[in-house]
């Protein structure tokens, strides 16, 4: 059996990709008004959205414990496995990079736990490149390298209509800076370094989106890309970014996904948010 790849719920994986790529998701955890579950199979989106939209109900999200992924790690290297290589969202948005590698450190040199320094689809097409090199037979080491050099290769920009929620659950980093002003504007935020800083500030929600195309545009470099857009419940928002990029990118635009994303970054980010992930091929 090939090296198995695991990921996190956070990846945001397109549906149209089910059953294409042999991938394990562990799922966060969401805590809305008390009432726990897993993302994307007892909290949905939607239930988030309500939650926010409530103002007075409280939503949480937390890691999966060291023992899922230990006893995920287990199931796969015990179905015949070679190895594990298994890919998080950043470190220094969530614990869940720590769980695993608490996890990996029980079975020793079988399991490489690999921090993407994103999140969404940024995640995503890094689980996609180890998976498919674990396809093609590659070793431990390979599909490891792969997962790192794909997630080097990724710029994550996202649109949000307030700071609010990024604020309240701390992952805001550098951006608190300009919590006195940008209330009351629209900023576009991009991940750095595995934190979320923003890249620009804007008046209205159109503009932000157009912005929002130029910047995406601007990360793409000259070579082939691949491009994710996603949303919280605004799917003609999502599909009007695609179409503005896939335009301006031309030929050079290879696969394009429009995902609406779960439940975990949804408590973070709030309602309107929408984002583009530009996937360079190396």
Do not use: W
Not at 56 to 64: H, L, Q, Y
Not at 223 to 246: F, K, P
């Amino acid at each position: 059996m090939p090296v198995a790849v695991v990921t996190d719920s956070t990846a945001y994986l397109p549906a149209e990709l089910s059953g294409r790529y042999d991938l394990t998701v562990v799922p966060l955890t969401v805590v809305v008004n008390g009432h726990e579950g897993r993302e994307g199979l007892e909290i949905a989106p939607d239930d988030v959205a309500r939650a926010l939209a409530a103002r007075r109900v409280a939503v949480s999200t937390s890691r999966p414990a060291p023992e899922r992924f230990l006893a995920t790690y287990r199931e796969l290297l015990e179905s015949g496995a070679d190895g594990v290589v298994s890919v998080h969202l950043s470190g220094k948005l969530s614990g869940t990079y720590d769980a695993a590698c608490l996890a990996a450190a029980e079975l020793g040199p079988q399991v490489e736990v690999v921090d993407s320094g994103t999140t969404g689809m940024g995640l995503g097409f890094a689980a996609l490149a180890a998976a498919t090199e674990a396809g093609h037979g590659r070793s431990l080491a390979e599909v490891r390298q792969a997962a790192d050099v794909h997630a080097a290769h990724v710029s994550t920009l996202f649109y949000v209509d307030t700071l609010e929620f990024l604020r309240r659950g701390g992952r805001i980093g550098a951006a608190s800076a300009l919590l006195g002003t940008a209330l009351s504007v629209k900023p576009i935020l991009h991940v750095v370094d595995g934190t979320i800083v923003v890249r620009d500030k804007v008046r209205t929600a159109g503009r932000a989106l157009a912005r929002l195309v130029d910047l995406a545009v601007e990360a793409s470099g000259t070579g082939d890309v691949d491009i994710a857009v996603h949303h919280l419940g605004a799917q003609d928002r999502a599909a009007a970014l695609a179409d503005a990029v896939s335009v301006r990118l031309g030929d050079r635009m290879q696969d394009c996904y429009v995902t609406e994303i779960g439940a975990v970054v949804a408590a973070h980010v709030g309602p309107g948010v929408a984002g583009v992930v530009v996937h360079r091929r190396p």
